[in-house]
């Protein structure tokens, strides 16, 4: 199906563990995000691509790696998790930096006990 | 830096009865604004995108204007309905920002009454 997809929907994990979020798009887009949601946050970006092996920080990058080795994927590992990542993690991509929208995913929701 | 304000964070309307929703932003420099709609628990599903040389865009009940000089935007929603009852975010894609980034406001959060 054409789209952009999320996996896990939801996620358990113990504090100090290394979790990924994976985030998976069929249109090719070159740009692709991930934000995360908190009450009293709104949408804050952790991490955005350009283009395969192009990648920058966003406003919260701290505990958060990603990688792009292909252009459909856009995986965001969180290295040694912590309660305070615990939140609503959402993916997006987009086409070009300018005349097109955002299109996001359904989100993870990840708990950290 | 581009700042979004999205006022009033709540509102409440009984069925029948439109919308409108206001979306403020500090610098004009922008490629596009976009309006999503958040239901609970679920994902941002797009509803309108205005280019930054548009001055409104329309679909169905659904009718965003921009005036970008004024760093306004408007969400209308005609006649509205129960199942409008959502959050709905406004978010601009900075044009001094070659990467395109996204900027959002914190949202309204729409209750239409039966």
């Known amino acids: 199906d054409a789209g952009i997809t999320q996996s896990p929907r939801y996620k358990i994990t113990e504090t100090g563990r290394q979790v990924t979020l994976m985030c998976h798009q069929t249109?090719?887009?070159?740009?692709m995000f991930w934000y995360r949601q908190d009450l009293g946050h709104g949408l804050r970006l952790i991490y955005y691509?350009?283009?395969?092996?192009?990648?920058d920080k966003g406003e919260v990058p701290d505990g958060y790696v990603v990688s792009r080795s292909k252009t459909e994927n856009f995986p965001l590992t969180l290295e040694s998790a912590t309660r305070s990542q615990t939140s609503v993690y959402f993916c997006?991509?987009?086409?070009?930096?300018?005349?097109?929208?955002?299109?996001f995913g359904s989100g993870t929701r990840l708990t950290v006990v | 830096k581009q700042e979004v304000t999205q006022i009033p964070a709540a509102l409440s309307v009984p069925e029948g009865e439109n919308l409108v929703l206001n979306c403020s932003f500090t610098?004009?420099?922008?490629?596009?604004l976009q309006w999503f709609r958040q239901d609970p628990g679920k994902g941002l599903t797009s509803l309108l995108l205005?280019?930054?040389?548009?001055r409104e865009q329309t679909s169905g009940r659904l009718n965003a204007s921009l005036d970008k000089s004024s760093g306004r935007s408007t969400l209308y929603i005609a006649a509205s309905q129960p199942g409008d009852s959502a959050t709905y975010l406004c978010?601009?894609?900075?044009?001094?920002?070659?990467?395109?980034?996204?900027?959002f406001g914190a949202g309204t959060q729409v209750v239409v009454t039966p």
């Open positions: 997006a991509s987009s086409e070009s930096a300018e005349y097109y929208g955002y299109t």
């Open positions: 249109w090719s887009h070159s740009y």
């Open positions: 205005i280019q930054s040389s548009q």
């Open positions: 978010a601009v894609r900075r044009g001094t920002d070659s990467w395109g980034k996204l900027q």
């Open positions: 691509s350009a283009a395969a092996d192009i990648t």
């Open positions: 610098d004009s420099a922008i490629y596009n």
